[in-house]
């Protein structure tokens, strides 16, 4: 059988769809992680604040629902700089806001943003 000019083509397009030769890697771990934390609505939750720690991209937010569940949120940078909320009971809304894309790689100057879920307020509830 002879091999005609398009079977090598056709080969290396099997290939690279198959994950061989020199296509990318296409994988879920690389793929960027935004579209996954991609925010769908907004809403209010309560919780204790335990922990505020600056980023790279946001203020990471450390909350315990009061069921022995933590959870982090991402919030703007100034929110960090209240250390009086840690420890005490709060409303967050949270919903859809930009952080510096994780491309970036925390340089500060670069101007690509991903839209993400972060805490839009905080009340502290008495």
């Given at each position: 059988m002879a091999v005609t000019p398009r079977l090598p083509?056709?080969?290396?397009?099997?290939?690279?769809?198959a994950g061989c030769g020199d296509a990318p890697d296409?994988?879920?771990?690389?793929?960027?992680?935004?579209a996954?934390?991609?925010?769908?609505?907004?809403?209010?939750?309560?919780g204790?604040?335990?922990?505020?720690?600056p980023g790279d991209r946001a203020c990471y937010v450390e909350v315990d629902d009061g069921h022995g569940m933590a959870r982090e949120e991402k919030a703007g940078f100034e929110l960090c700089e209240r250390g009086e909320l840690v420890g005490r009971r709060v409303e967050l809304t949270v919903g859809p806001g930009e952080v510096p894309a994780?491309?970036?790689?925390?340089d500060p100057a670069c101007?690509?943003?991903d839209t993400v879920r972060v805490v839009k307020s905080v009340s502290?509830?008495?």
């Open positions: 083509a056709l080969l290396c397009l099997a290939l690279a769809a296409r994988s879920v771990e690389s793929a960027p992680s935004a996954l934390e991609a925010p769908v609505e907004v809403r209010r939750d309560t204790v604040i335990m922990r505020l720690s994780a491309s970036c790689e925390g101007p690509r943003r502290e509830i008495p």
